[in-house]
């Protein structure tokens, strides 16, 4: 009876040495490291937000029509610095009033609501901007790894769609035309 006793707690042992190892030694499943990605960038992308400093940069303008354009990422964005704002649209083919194709408006943020979704990892963010040609609205959807859309409208009728990538400041490559 003492020798099975013995043996059945050798083997108990033995078997919990084992388990140990096993379960220290399994890497990532790809699944696991796709969430642990998709929180880091949530992460990153809310830290740009909540400290205002960020630029849309925009791949494709899209009219109130859903017409779409792919323009220059360069001169085509939004930047927040801090409660002041640029709303700027450009072209490579022509010259416009700010030396880049179009229009630079430049003013100061007066609203700012930032609405992170914790279970969808995404965010909304509510501004409105007053510049010295007008009072524009930005409403931005925002994916987590700062894939982005932001809606601006004015006090006319029309509206128009920035699409594109929201990056920091520091990252950022755009040139900033004459504000009116």
């Not at 083997?11 to 790809?30: D, F, G, I």
């Not at 937000?49 to 964005?77: C, P, W």
């Not at 409208?153 to 990056?167: H, K, S």
């Amino acid at each position: 009876m003492r020798v099975v006793m013995v043996s059945l707690v050798w083997v108990l042992m033995s078997l919990v040495v084992v388990a140990q190892t096993t379960t220290e030694v399994q890497p990532m499943t790809k699944k696991e490291k796709r969430k642990a990605q998709l929180e880091a960038d949530f992460k990153a992308t809310q830290h740009l937000l909540e400290n205002k400093q960020f630029v849309l940069e925009a791949d494709f303008l899209q009219d109130r029509y859903g017409n779409r354009a792919f323009v220059s990422s360069t001169i085509n964005f939004v930047a927040v610095d801090s409660m002041e704002a640029v709303i700027q649209i450009g072209s490579n083919y022509r010259i416009g009033p700010n030396g880049v194709g179009g229009v630079t408006a430049k003013g100061r943020i007066t609203k700012w609501e930032l609405e992170p979704d914790y279970k969808r990892k995404t965010f909304a963010l509510e501004m409105n901007v007053m510049t010295s040609i007008g009072i524009y609205d930005l409403r931005f959807t925002i994916g987590p790894s700062g894939n982005a859309k932001a809606l601006l409208t004015g006090l006319r009728a029309g509206n128009l769609t920035f699409d594109g990538t929201v990056v920091s400041m520091e990252e950022s490559r755009v040139f900033e035309g004459h504000s009116i």
